[in-house]
């Protein structure tokens, strides 16, 4: 999956990136390793984006003004993240927990998922790369953004109560959609 998504990244989304990448714990392998040859040397020949390893400052690196989206598997503290700083996301969850997570940030306008293949299941590149062009370039994504931004403004107006319970409320709006 790194080969196909590190590839349209770089030719097919047009945008620059900040790219977390975790390996699984079991992996003894370096992100170099990873990535298929000389990608690593080519994002920095062509100061296109950045790949970092392990934990980072997440919420500081969404706050920046220069961030155009996040995409995400939607654990739930990374959606609320995201809705906190008005981030729109890009959802691409891994399992239920996260895909009952990412159908909230689609339902409420501040986010797109990414299709999978209906034949296996899988994410394709390409598609990936598409809707990041969506979000970020697009004059369709303007909305997105725009929602993501009211989301923003109004979570921050709320105390940790109120939150709570707009929160509740989103997750019944799910359990009652599935």
């Known amino acids: 999956m790194i080969d196909r998504l590190s590839f349209n990244i770089i030719t097919l989304s047009e945008v620059n990136f900040i790219w977390i990448l975790r390996l699984h714990p079991d992996e003894k392998i370096t992100i170099n390793e990873a990535l298929p040859q000389g990608f690593a040397e080519e994002i920095e020949r062509n100061n296109k984006g950045m790949i970092a390893q392990g934990w980072v400052p997440q919420a500081k690196i969404l706050r920046h003004r220069s961030i155009g989206e996040f995409l995400s598997h939607c654990s739930w503290?990374?959606?609320?993240e995201g809705m906190v700083l008005g981030v729109p996301i890009i959802a691409m969850p891994m399992v239920y927990e996260q895909s009952r997570n990412a159908k909230v940030?689609?339902?409420?306008?501040?986010?797109?998922?990414?299709?999978?293949?209906?034949?296996?299941?899988?994410?394709?590149?390409?598609?990936?790369?598409?809707?990041?062009?969506?979000?970020?370039?697009?004059?369709?994504?303007?909305?997105?953004?725009?929602?993501?931004?009211?989301?923003?403004?109004?979570?921050k107006k709320m105390g940790d109560?109120?939150?709570?319970?707009v929160v509740e409320k989103l997750l019944q709006l799910v359990q009652k959609s599935e």
């Not at 503290?77 to 609320?80: F, K, M, N, R």
């Not at 590149?125 to 303007?142: D, P, T, Y």
Request: hydrophobic share 40%.
């Open 77 to 80: 503290g990374s959606a609320v």
């Open 161 to 165: 109560s109120e939150m709570n319970v």
């Open 105 to 155: 940030v689609v339902d409420i306008g501040m986010g797109m998922d990414v299709p999978r293949d209906k034949t296996n299941q899988r994410l394709r590149g390409a598609e990936v790369a598409r809707v990041i062009k969506h979000v970020v370039l697009q004059e369709e994504g303007k909305q997105i953004r725009r929602k993501a931004k009211e989301m923003s403004e109004r979570m």
